[in-house]
């Protein structure tokens, strides 16, 4: 099972609102991340998590706050944001904290974000 | 800084052989992706090479590694109409990074 959920698939809010995006997997990953995408644009990193700590920050502005509760599980919490925010947000992982053998990196199919 | 190009069209008809081609600035990436992107879909790891590899070949999927020229590419054999998608390629470069390129939309024509 190569696996990873996302949810919600998609998803519009308010520029007030407070609203979550969560992803989970269940292959023993330690290293979680996510990606944004805008349309006709590769991904680009925001944040990597490595057995369960914040191990980069790809200078993300703080309306965006990753969480990672437990190996299996990570979040990003989102409030104020702008319209330019509204893009395809990919959760991956892989299998260890470092590139190492064998540590290739699995995306979910995403939750698509709409701020209105 | 990392950087990886590709040609952003390649059109195909069904049946031939699609090659996808990338260059790579960054000597000491560990790992390259290729990754098909599907419209309104995710993500989808195709395969990997190491940096150590010249060849890799996984069914209709075949890559090639010129390290010397950061040259890879994607050969997809007997290529059909539900290949028709956009194919990242990326380097696993710095510690836990991999840098996607633009990506290049492969349309198959009937």
């Known amino acids: 099972d190569t696996e990873v959920t996302q949810t919600p698939k998609h998803l519009v809010m308010g520029m007030t609102n407070k609203k979550s995006l969560k992803c989970e997997q269940h292959m023993g990953h330690r290293a979680m991340y996510w990606y944004k995408q805008k349309a006709k644009k590769p991904p680009e990193l925001m944040f990597v998590?490595?057995?369960?700590?914040?191990?980069i920050n790809e200078s993300v502005p703080s309306r965006f706050s990753p969480e990672c509760p437990n190996s299996s599980l990570l979040n990003l919490h989102l409030h104020a944001l702008q319209p330019e925010d509204s893009a395809l947000y990919l959760c991956?992982?892989?299998?260890?904290?470092?590139?190492?053998?064998?540590?290739?990196?699995?995306f979910g199919e995403g939750s698509w974000l709409t701020v209105v | 800084g990392e950087d990886v190009e590709q040609s952003l069209f390649l059109s195909v008809r069904e049946g031939d052989s699609s090659v996808i081609n990338c260059t790579y600035t960054d000597s000491s990436s560990t790992y390259l992706y290729w990754y098909k992107q599907e419209p309104g879909a995710g993500l989808q790891l195709l395969t990997y090479i190491f940096s150590n590899m010249d060849m890799k070949q996984d069914q209709r999927l075949t890559v090639l590694l010129n390290k010397k020229d950061k040259h890879l590419s994607l050969r997809i054999a007997d290529t059909q109409t539900g290949d028709s998608a956009i194919y990242f390629c990326a380097e696993g470069g710095g510690y836990q990074k991999v840098t996607f390129g633009i990506g290049t939309k492969l349309q198959v024509i009937p």
């Open positions: 991956a992982s892989s299998l260890q904290g470092a590139l190492s053998s064998g540590n290739t990196i699995y």
């Open positions: 998590y490595s057995y369960e700590k914040l191990s």
